[in-house]
């Protein structure tokens, strides 16, 4: 996998062991879906995806296929409005943090547009089934490292799945232990306003090209 996805020599990635569960790892471990590197992720991850994830508060393996496709190209696409890459507060703004419903998704994540929102990515495909079976597991080299402090990084995602912040508690019973949306709470800076209507704006002209 490595030398087919040209992955850094740093990256360190080994089958599961047995009885391994991909939502319960050691730390500093990470779960890998072949299916992530043909959405464009490279290891070691980049800097402001990483920051992210933490910000999130969920762990690597917890991110649908889809999800790292849409924060890859919100990545390429926050530049070309001429805003810093994409932060919490105004992903938040476009999406919401949802649990994935399919069978065999347990505590999985993927982001969903909010209603009224522009589709600033077109063309998602679906990856619901084949990459579910099989996974590896990332022992060292998949973080980048970001915010050195003594040697310990600032930035460091989880290991093991998480609940979605704010998670609405009260449709717990109905869907079998999970809930369904998030209510994580984000609020725009007045720079960040500005720059969600230059996404919007560069948006608009690319549906009236």
Not at 38 to 44: D, E, F, I, N, S
Not at 94 to 99: E, M
């Amino acid at each position: 996998m490595k030398r087919v996805f040209r992955l850094a020599g740093v990256v360190k990635l080994r089958p599961p062991i047995a009885e391994e569960n991909a939502s319960i790892l050691l730390a500093v471990y990470a779960a890998v879906h072949e299916a992530i590197f043909l959405q464009g992720v490279t290891l070691p991850l980049f800097p402001n995806l990483q920051i992210l994830l933490c910000k999130f508060g969920i762990a690597f393996g917890q991110v649908l296929p889809n999800m790292w496709r849409l924060l890859m190209a919100l990545n390429s696409l926050w530049p070309l409005s001429v805003c810093e890459g994409p932060i919490v507060a105004k992903v938040l703004h476009f999406y919401k943090l949802v649990y994935v419903r399919h069978q065999g998704c347990n505590w999985q994540v993927n982001l969903s547009r909010r209603q009224g929102a522009p589709k600033l990515i077109e063309n998602l495909k679906d990856f619901m089934s084949a990459w579910r079976g099989t996974f590896c597991v990332t022992t060292a080299g998949w973080e980048y490292q970001v915010g050195l402090n003594e040697g310990a990084l600032s930035f460091r995602i989880k290991s093991e799945f998480q609940p979605i912040q704010g998670c609405c508690r009260s449709l717990l019973p109905k869907v079998g232990g999970f809930c369904l949306y998030s209510a994580l709470r984000y609020t725009l800076t007045r720079e960040e306003e500005c720059c969600v209507a230059r996404i919007k704006s560069h948006w608009r002209k690319s549906q009236s090209a």
